[in-house]
Protein backbone atom coordinates (compact mmCIF):
# COMPACT_ATOMS: atom_id res chain seq x y z
CA UNK A 1 0.00 0.00 0.00
CA UNK A 2 1.41 3.85 -0.71
CA UNK A 3 2.37 6.00 1.78
CA UNK A 4 1.31 9.56 1.39
CA UNK A 5 0.85 12.71 2.83
CA UNK A 6 -0.52 15.75 2.90
CA UNK A 7 -1.86 17.30 0.52
CA UNK A 8 -2.92 14.03 -0.77
CA UNK A 9 -5.65 11.31 0.88
CA UNK A 10 -6.04 7.23 0.27
CA UNK A 11 -9.78 7.27 -0.16
CA UNK A 12 -10.82 3.88 -0.36
CA UNK A 13 -7.82 2.63 -2.88
CA UNK A 14 -8.44 6.59 -4.97
CA UNK A 15 -5.81 9.18 -4.73
CA UNK A 16 -7.24 12.52 -3.72
CA UNK A 17 -5.41 16.06 -3.65
CA UNK A 18 -6.79 19.04 -1.71
CA UNK A 19 -10.16 17.07 -1.25
CA UNK A 20 -10.51 15.99 -5.25
CA UNK A 21 -10.76 12.59 -6.92
CA UNK A 22 -7.99 12.30 -9.43
CA UNK A 23 -9.47 10.12 -11.35
CA UNK A 24 -12.21 12.98 -11.97
CA UNK A 25 -9.72 16.12 -12.75
CA UNK A 26 -8.39 13.52 -15.19
CA UNK A 27 -11.49 12.96 -16.77
CA UNK A 28 -12.44 16.76 -16.63
CA UNK A 29 -9.09 17.96 -17.86
CA UNK A 30 -7.49 15.23 -19.51
CA UNK A 31 -4.09 14.21 -19.07
CA UNK A 32 -1.02 14.87 -18.44
CA UNK A 33 -2.07 17.54 -16.11
CA UNK A 34 -0.16 19.35 -13.27
CA UNK A 35 -2.57 19.79 -10.16
CA UNK A 36 -1.95 21.60 -7.57
CA UNK A 37 -2.90 22.37 -3.74
CA UNK A 38 -3.09 26.16 -2.57
CA UNK A 39 -3.37 25.52 0.62
CA UNK A 40 -0.54 23.45 0.83
CA UNK A 41 1.58 26.48 -0.73
CA UNK A 42 0.33 28.76 1.90
CA UNK A 43 0.69 26.25 4.92
CA UNK A 44 4.51 25.67 3.57
CA UNK A 45 5.16 29.68 3.21
CA UNK A 46 3.54 30.31 6.73
CA UNK A 47 5.67 27.51 8.29
CA UNK A 48 9.25 28.79 6.58
CA UNK A 49 8.75 32.47 7.74
CA UNK A 50 7.73 31.68 11.55
CA UNK A 51 10.80 29.54 11.62
CA UNK A 52 12.92 32.50 10.92
CA UNK A 53 10.59 35.19 12.05
CA UNK A 54 10.14 34.05 15.91
CA UNK A 55 13.73 34.41 16.09
CA UNK A 56 14.43 37.44 13.98
CA UNK A 57 11.80 39.82 13.61
CA UNK A 58 13.14 41.79 9.88
CA UNK A 59 12.89 38.99 8.10
CA UNK A 60 11.66 38.19 4.95
CA UNK A 61 10.94 35.82 2.18
CA UNK A 62 11.29 35.89 -1.61
CA UNK A 63 9.50 33.76 -4.09
CA UNK A 64 12.12 32.44 -6.49
CA UNK A 65 9.43 32.81 -9.04
CA UNK A 66 11.80 30.72 -11.53
CA UNK A 67 10.52 27.58 -9.38
CA UNK A 68 6.91 27.80 -10.83
CA UNK A 69 6.02 31.13 -12.47
CA UNK A 70 2.03 30.26 -12.78
CA UNK A 71 0.66 33.85 -12.17
CA UNK A 72 -2.27 32.30 -10.07
CA UNK A 73 0.57 30.85 -7.64
CA UNK A 74 1.99 34.03 -6.92
CA UNK A 75 -0.78 35.86 -6.33
CA UNK A 76 -1.37 33.29 -3.62
CA UNK A 77 2.43 33.61 -2.41
CA UNK A 78 1.60 37.97 -2.92
CA UNK A 79 -1.23 37.66 -0.31
CA UNK A 80 0.81 35.64 1.99
CA UNK A 81 3.20 38.76 2.09
CA UNK A 82 5.75 37.27 -0.50
CA UNK A 83 8.18 39.34 -1.91
CA UNK A 84 9.70 37.99 -5.36
CA UNK A 85 13.43 36.88 -6.94
CA UNK A 86 13.38 37.87 -10.42
CA UNK A 87 15.78 36.60 -12.50
CA UNK A 88 15.29 38.19 -15.64
CA UNK A 89 12.88 40.79 -17.01
CA UNK A 90 10.40 38.56 -18.12
CA UNK A 91 10.03 37.80 -14.40
CA UNK A 92 9.70 41.09 -13.70
CA UNK A 93 7.08 41.90 -15.77
CA UNK A 94 5.03 38.39 -14.46
CA UNK A 95 5.76 39.57 -10.99
CA UNK A 96 4.51 43.22 -11.82
CA UNK A 97 0.87 41.43 -13.65
CA UNK A 98 0.70 39.56 -10.70
CA UNK A 99 0.37 42.66 -8.51
CA UNK A 100 3.88 42.73 -6.82
CA UNK A 101 5.53 46.35 -6.57
CA UNK A 102 9.28 46.71 -7.80
CA UNK A 103 10.35 47.61 -4.04
CA UNK A 104 9.36 44.02 -3.46
CA UNK A 105 11.65 42.62 -5.98
CA UNK A 106 15.31 41.62 -5.87
CA UNK A 107 16.34 41.42 -9.28
CA UNK A 108 19.20 38.43 -9.63
CA UNK A 109 19.98 37.44 -13.28
CA UNK A 110 23.22 35.96 -13.90
CA UNK A 111 25.45 37.04 -17.44
CA UNK A 112 23.04 40.09 -18.08
CA UNK A 113 23.20 41.15 -21.61
CA UNK A 114 23.02 45.28 -21.82
CA UNK A 115 19.43 45.50 -22.34
CA UNK A 116 18.33 43.42 -19.32
CA UNK A 117 20.07 45.39 -16.74
CA UNK A 118 18.59 48.54 -18.40
CA UNK A 119 15.12 47.14 -17.98
CA UNK A 120 15.65 46.47 -14.52
CA UNK A 121 16.83 49.71 -13.38
CA UNK A 122 14.20 51.46 -15.73
CA UNK A 123 11.75 49.65 -13.71
CA UNK A 124 13.53 50.34 -10.40
CA UNK A 125 14.06 47.43 -9.40
CA UNK A 126 16.30 46.55 -6.77
CA UNK A 127 19.65 45.15 -8.97
CA UNK A 128 21.91 42.49 -7.77
CA UNK A 129 25.10 41.77 -9.50
CA UNK A 130 26.98 38.69 -9.79
CA UNK A 131 29.87 40.31 -11.29
CA UNK A 132 32.40 43.42 -10.76
CA UNK A 133 32.54 43.60 -14.73
CA UNK A 134 28.49 44.57 -14.82
CA UNK A 135 28.70 47.85 -12.64
CA UNK A 136 30.29 49.94 -15.48
CA UNK A 137 27.61 48.56 -17.68
CA UNK A 138 25.05 49.33 -15.49
CA UNK A 139 26.21 52.50 -14.98
CA UNK A 140 25.90 53.42 -18.89
CA UNK A 141 21.65 53.64 -18.21
CA UNK A 142 21.94 55.88 -15.47
CA UNK A 143 23.04 56.00 -11.47
CA UNK A 144 21.17 53.47 -8.77
CA UNK A 145 21.05 54.62 -5.43
CA UNK A 146 20.83 51.25 -4.43
CA UNK A 147 22.84 48.04 -5.22
CA UNK A 148 23.64 44.33 -4.09
CA UNK A 149 26.00 41.37 -4.82
CA UNK A 150 25.84 38.13 -5.27
CA UNK A 151 28.61 36.67 -3.32
CA UNK A 152 30.36 32.60 -4.25
CA UNK A 153 31.56 32.10 -0.42
CA UNK A 154 33.28 28.90 -1.97
CA UNK A 155 31.15 26.36 -0.98
CA UNK A 156 28.13 24.99 -1.90
CA UNK A 157 25.75 21.91 -1.93
CA UNK A 158 22.78 20.52 -3.64
CA UNK A 159 20.98 17.05 -4.07
CA UNK A 160 22.89 16.90 -7.26
CA UNK A 161 26.40 18.17 -9.09
CA UNK A 162 24.26 20.61 -11.54
CA UNK A 163 22.50 22.16 -8.09
CA UNK A 164 25.71 23.38 -6.74
CA UNK A 165 26.07 27.22 -7.12
CA UNK A 166 29.14 27.94 -5.46
CA UNK A 167 32.13 27.05 -5.50
CA UNK A 168 35.36 26.65 -8.47
CA UNK A 169 33.08 25.53 -10.71
CA UNK A 170 30.21 26.88 -10.03
CA UNK A 171 29.29 29.83 -12.71
CA UNK A 172 27.62 32.31 -10.24
CA UNK A 173 28.47 35.02 -8.04
CA UNK A 174 31.45 37.10 -7.04
CA UNK A 175 34.49 35.27 -5.23
CA UNK A 176 35.19 36.29 -1.78
CA UNK A 177 38.89 37.94 -3.28
CA UNK A 178 36.81 40.55 -5.60
CA UNK A 179 33.87 41.02 -2.85
CA UNK A 180 35.21 44.31 -1.48
CA UNK A 181 36.94 45.23 -5.00
CA UNK A 182 33.39 45.63 -6.13
CA UNK A 183 31.43 47.34 -3.30
CA UNK A 184 34.53 49.68 -2.99
CA UNK A 185 33.65 50.30 -6.75
CA UNK A 186 30.43 50.84 -6.57
CA UNK A 187 30.69 53.44 -3.55
CA UNK A 188 33.17 55.50 -5.56
CA UNK A 189 30.55 55.97 -7.99
CA UNK A 190 27.72 56.64 -6.33
CA UNK A 191 26.29 54.49 -4.54
CA UNK A 192 24.25 55.17 -1.33
CA UNK A 193 22.84 51.81 0.11
CA UNK A 194 23.77 48.19 -0.43
CA UNK A 195 22.71 44.83 0.04
CA UNK A 196 24.80 41.14 0.27
CA UNK A 197 23.29 38.26 -1.49
CA UNK A 198 24.26 34.22 -1.74
CA UNK A 199 22.47 31.60 -3.43
CA UNK A 200 24.61 28.13 -2.92
CA UNK A 201 22.53 25.19 -3.92
CA UNK A 202 19.50 23.85 -4.56
CA UNK A 203 17.47 21.11 -2.35
CA UNK A 204 19.86 20.91 0.39
CA UNK A 205 18.53 18.17 3.08
CA UNK A 206 22.05 18.48 5.66
CA UNK A 207 20.15 21.19 8.83
CA UNK A 208 23.69 21.90 9.38
CA UNK A 209 24.73 23.60 6.18
CA UNK A 210 22.53 26.50 6.41
CA UNK A 211 24.30 27.57 9.58
CA UNK A 212 27.44 27.38 7.94
CA UNK A 213 26.49 28.67 5.12
CA UNK A 214 25.30 31.79 7.02
CA UNK A 215 28.27 32.36 9.22
CA UNK A 216 30.56 32.17 5.79
CA UNK A 217 28.23 35.00 4.55
CA UNK A 218 28.18 37.07 7.32
CA UNK A 219 31.89 36.76 7.57
CA UNK A 220 32.64 38.25 4.12
CA UNK A 221 30.11 41.46 5.15
CA UNK A 222 31.51 41.75 8.48
CA UNK A 223 35.02 42.42 6.61
CA UNK A 224 32.99 44.81 3.86
CA UNK A 225 32.01 46.61 5.98
CA UNK A 226 34.63 47.06 8.21
CA UNK A 227 36.92 48.06 5.68
CA UNK A 228 34.49 50.29 3.47
CA UNK A 229 32.09 51.96 6.58
CA UNK A 230 28.66 50.94 4.72
CA UNK A 231 26.01 49.53 6.36
CA UNK A 232 23.85 46.59 4.26
CA UNK A 233 20.10 46.98 4.07
CA UNK A 234 19.51 43.34 3.91
CA UNK A 235 21.65 40.02 3.87
CA UNK A 236 19.98 37.76 1.40
CA UNK A 237 21.07 34.06 2.15
CA UNK A 238 19.47 32.43 -0.90
CA UNK A 239 17.18 29.75 -0.57
CA UNK A 240 18.34 26.15 -1.22
CA UNK A 241 15.73 24.36 1.39
CA UNK A 242 15.24 20.82 0.47
CA UNK A 243 12.02 18.82 0.40
CA UNK A 244 12.15 15.08 0.22
CA UNK A 245 11.30 13.29 -2.50
CA UNK A 246 13.13 9.60 -2.22
CA UNK A 247 10.89 7.57 0.71
CA UNK A 248 14.35 6.84 2.70
CA UNK A 249 14.68 11.06 2.89
CA UNK A 250 14.24 13.06 5.76
CA UNK A 251 12.19 16.48 6.02
CA UNK A 252 14.00 18.87 7.19
CA UNK A 253 13.29 20.34 10.64
CA UNK A 254 12.78 24.19 9.34
CA UNK A 255 11.97 25.03 12.84
CA UNK A 256 15.75 24.04 14.28
CA UNK A 257 17.02 25.62 10.78
CA UNK A 258 15.48 29.08 11.80
CA UNK A 259 16.73 29.37 14.98
CA UNK A 260 20.30 28.51 14.10
CA UNK A 261 20.72 30.82 11.50
CA UNK A 262 18.84 33.47 13.42
CA UNK A 263 21.02 32.81 16.22
CA UNK A 264 24.62 32.86 14.04
CA UNK A 265 22.86 36.08 12.17
CA UNK A 266 22.26 37.95 15.40
CA UNK A 267 25.94 36.89 16.49
CA UNK A 268 27.53 37.99 13.28
CA UNK A 269 25.84 41.25 13.26
CA UNK A 270 26.79 42.17 16.85
CA UNK A 271 30.39 40.95 15.98
CA UNK A 272 30.87 42.94 13.10
CA UNK A 273 28.86 45.90 13.76
CA UNK A 274 26.70 45.63 11.10
CA UNK A 275 22.57 47.03 13.08
CA UNK A 276 19.91 45.26 12.10
CA UNK A 277 19.77 44.25 8.24
CA UNK A 278 17.06 42.71 6.81
CA UNK A 279 17.45 38.93 6.73
CA UNK A 280 16.26 37.71 3.33
CA UNK A 281 15.53 34.21 2.63
CA UNK A 282 14.50 33.11 -1.45
CA UNK A 283 12.75 29.62 -1.70
CA UNK A 284 11.42 28.18 -4.58
CA UNK A 285 11.36 24.40 -4.21
CA UNK A 286 10.14 24.82 0.03
CA UNK A 287 7.06 26.17 -1.38
CA UNK A 288 5.79 24.74 -4.46
CA UNK A 289 7.43 21.67 -4.72
CA UNK A 290 4.49 18.80 -2.57
CA UNK A 291 1.90 21.36 -3.52
CA UNK A 292 1.29 19.63 -6.90
CA UNK A 293 1.38 16.22 -8.36
CA UNK A 294 1.15 15.38 -12.48
CA UNK A 295 -1.20 13.14 -13.88
CA UNK A 296 -0.75 10.92 -16.64
CA UNK A 297 -2.68 7.70 -17.97
CA UNK A 298 -1.05 4.32 -19.41
CA UNK A 299 -1.82 3.59 -22.52
CA UNK A 300 0.39 0.88 -23.60
CA UNK A 301 2.64 -1.77 -21.92
CA UNK A 302 5.21 -3.76 -23.52
CA UNK A 303 7.11 -6.49 -22.24
CA UNK A 304 10.68 -6.83 -23.70
CA UNK A 305 13.83 -6.84 -22.34
CA UNK A 306 12.34 -5.21 -19.71
CA UNK A 307 8.65 -4.27 -18.79
CA UNK A 308 7.84 -0.56 -20.00
CA UNK A 309 4.85 1.00 -19.08
CA UNK A 310 3.92 4.11 -21.59
CA UNK A 311 1.96 6.95 -20.70
CA UNK A 312 0.87 9.98 -21.98
CA UNK A 313 3.41 12.34 -20.20
CA UNK A 314 7.57 12.66 -21.28
CA UNK A 315 10.20 14.37 -20.69
CA UNK A 316 8.60 17.64 -22.42
CA UNK A 317 5.81 17.23 -19.31
CA UNK A 318 8.75 16.68 -16.62
CA UNK A 319 12.29 17.00 -17.47
CA UNK A 320 14.34 16.47 -13.91
CA UNK A 321 14.25 12.95 -14.09
CA UNK A 322 15.82 12.83 -17.55
CA UNK A 323 18.49 15.56 -16.98
CA UNK A 324 19.32 14.87 -13.20
CA UNK A 325 18.27 11.28 -12.22
CA UNK A 326 15.84 12.55 -9.99
CA UNK A 327 13.46 10.29 -8.43
CA UNK A 328 9.63 11.06 -8.07
CA UNK A 329 7.52 9.03 -6.07
CA UNK A 330 5.26 7.18 -8.80
CA UNK A 331 1.21 6.07 -7.27
CA UNK A 332 -1.18 4.40 -9.15
CA UNK A 333 -4.06 6.40 -8.91
CA UNK A 334 -6.95 4.84 -8.77
CA UNK A 335 -5.40 1.77 -6.74
CA UNK A 336 -3.60 2.56 -4.06
CA UNK A 337 -4.05 0.23 -1.63
CA UNK A 338 -2.11 -2.93 -4.33
CA UNK A 339 1.00 -4.24 -2.64
CA UNK A 340 4.08 -3.47 -4.90
CA UNK A 341 4.99 -6.95 -7.02
CA UNK A 342 6.80 -5.62 -9.77
CA UNK A 343 10.22 -3.74 -11.86
CA UNK A 344 9.00 -2.08 -14.11
CA UNK A 345 10.14 1.14 -16.45
CA UNK A 346 7.87 3.83 -16.38
CA UNK A 347 8.00 5.69 -19.95
CA UNK A 348 6.90 8.23 -22.02
CA UNK A 349 5.83 9.09 -25.79
CA UNK A 350 8.69 11.45 -26.49
CA UNK A 351 11.32 9.72 -29.20
CA UNK A 352 14.04 9.32 -26.79
CA UNK A 353 15.85 6.79 -24.68
CA UNK A 354 16.03 9.23 -22.09
CA UNK A 355 12.78 9.30 -21.86
CA UNK A 356 11.90 7.46 -18.78
CA UNK A 357 10.39 8.74 -15.59
CA UNK A 358 11.65 5.42 -13.45
CA UNK A 359 13.75 2.44 -14.47
CA UNK A 360 13.67 -0.76 -12.72
CA UNK A 361 10.82 0.28 -9.99
CA UNK A 362 8.87 -1.90 -7.85
CA UNK A 363 5.54 -0.89 -8.48
CA UNK A 364 1.80 -2.59 -8.29
CA UNK A 365 0.58 -4.48 -10.91
CA UNK A 366 -0.16 -1.60 -13.74
CA UNK A 367 -2.78 -2.17 -16.04
CA UNK A 368 -3.60 0.27 -19.78
CA UNK A 369 -6.05 3.19 -18.85
CA UNK A 370 -4.61 3.24 -15.45
CA UNK A 371 -4.01 6.99 -13.67
CA UNK A 372 -0.50 7.33 -12.37
CA UNK A 373 0.18 10.43 -10.09
CA UNK A 374 4.14 11.90 -9.85
CA UNK A 375 4.70 13.75 -6.67
CA UNK A 376 6.37 16.63 -5.82
CA UNK A 377 6.51 18.49 -9.60
CA UNK A 378 5.38 22.07 -7.89
CA UNK A 379 8.80 23.14 -8.50
CA UNK A 380 10.59 23.37 -11.79
CA UNK A 381 7.99 21.10 -13.53
CA UNK A 382 6.13 22.71 -15.39
CA UNK A 383 8.29 25.59 -15.71
CA UNK A 384 11.03 22.88 -17.74
CA UNK A 385 8.47 22.11 -19.90
CA UNK A 386 8.81 22.17 -24.09
CA UNK A 387 7.09 21.43 -27.10
CA UNK A 388 9.80 19.02 -27.91
CA UNK A 389 8.80 16.22 -30.15
CA UNK A 390 6.04 18.44 -31.24
CA UNK A 391 4.12 18.02 -28.12
CA UNK A 392 1.44 20.75 -26.81
CA UNK A 393 2.26 21.53 -22.90
CA UNK A 394 0.05 20.08 -20.73
CA UNK A 395 -2.77 21.63 -18.66
CA UNK A 396 -2.62 23.44 -14.71
CA UNK A 397 -5.43 23.07 -12.32
CA UNK A 398 -5.65 24.78 -8.78
CA UNK A 399 -7.74 23.11 -5.65
CA UNK A 400 -8.47 24.73 -2.51
CA UNK A 401 -10.54 22.84 -0.73
CA UNK A 402 -12.75 20.80 -2.93
CA UNK A 403 -12.64 22.83 -5.58
CA UNK A 404 -10.87 23.24 -8.53
CA UNK A 405 -10.35 25.24 -11.75
CA UNK A 406 -8.06 25.79 -14.71
CA UNK A 407 -5.67 27.96 -14.11
CA UNK A 408 -3.33 27.41 -17.60
CA UNK A 409 -5.12 25.88 -20.53
CA UNK A 410 -3.44 22.85 -22.56
CA UNK A 411 -1.75 24.13 -25.66
CA UNK A 412 -2.95 22.81 -28.90
CA UNK A 413 -1.44 22.06 -32.28
CA UNK A 414 -1.65 25.61 -33.33
CA UNK A 415 0.74 26.82 -30.04
CA UNK A 416 3.67 24.84 -31.83
CA UNK A 417 3.17 27.31 -34.73
CA UNK A 418 2.61 30.24 -32.84
CA UNK A 419 4.81 33.54 -34.22
CA UNK A 420 5.95 31.57 -36.98
CA UNK A 421 5.82 33.53 -40.08
CA UNK A 422 6.56 31.80 -43.78
CA UNK A 423 8.57 33.83 -46.22
CA UNK A 424 6.51 34.94 -49.47
CA UNK A 425 8.77 33.28 -51.54
CA UNK A 426 7.86 29.66 -49.91
CA UNK A 427 4.24 30.33 -49.76
Request: proline share 4%; with cysteine; hydrophobic share 40%.
Amino acid sequence: MAKIKIPLENRNGILHIGNCNTIDLAKEYDTPLYVYDENRIRDNFRRLHKAFSSNYKKFRLYYAIKANNNPALLKILKSEGSGVDVSGPAEIYLAKKAGFSTENMLYSGVYHRDDELKYALENNVPINLEDVSQIERLFKFGKPKFLSFRINPGIGKGSFKGNVYAGKDAKFGIIERDAIKAYEKAKNLGVESFGIHMMTGSCVLDENYFVEITGKLMDIAGAIAKKLNIKFEFVDIGGGFGVPYAPDEKELDIDLIGKNVCEKFKEKIKEYDLGEPILLAEPGRYLVCDSAILLTKVHSIKNGYKKFIGVDAGMNTLIRPMIYGAYHEILVANNLDAEPEEKVNIVGPVCENTDQFAKDRLMPKIAENDLLAILNVGAYGFGMSSQYNNRPRAAEVLINDGKHELIRQRENFDDLIKGVKIPERLK
